[in-house]
C-alpha cells in the first residue's frame, strides 16, 4: 500500500509542500528593515523595471 502512494506522488504534476506553521507568526514582521528601507529608497529613486510596468498593465486590461 505504501509503494502505491509513492508512485502516486511520483506521478503527480503538483508537488508537495510541508510547511511549519509557526512560521505564520512572522507574516507581517519585517525582518531586515534597514534593507527594506534602502530598497523602498532605490525604487523611489530609479522605479522598477520596464517589463514589470507592461505586465500590470497587462494585468489590467485583462480584468476589464
Known sequence: ???DKIKELN?????????DK???KLQNVVLFPKKLEMANQFIKK?????EYYEQIAKQKEEKK
Open 1 to 3: 500500500m505504501k509503494s
Open 11 to 19: 506521478q503527480s504534476k503538483t508537488p508537495i509542500v510541508v510547511f
Open 22 to 24: 509557526e512560521l505564520e
Open 46 to 50: 530609479h522605479g522598477l523595471l520596464k
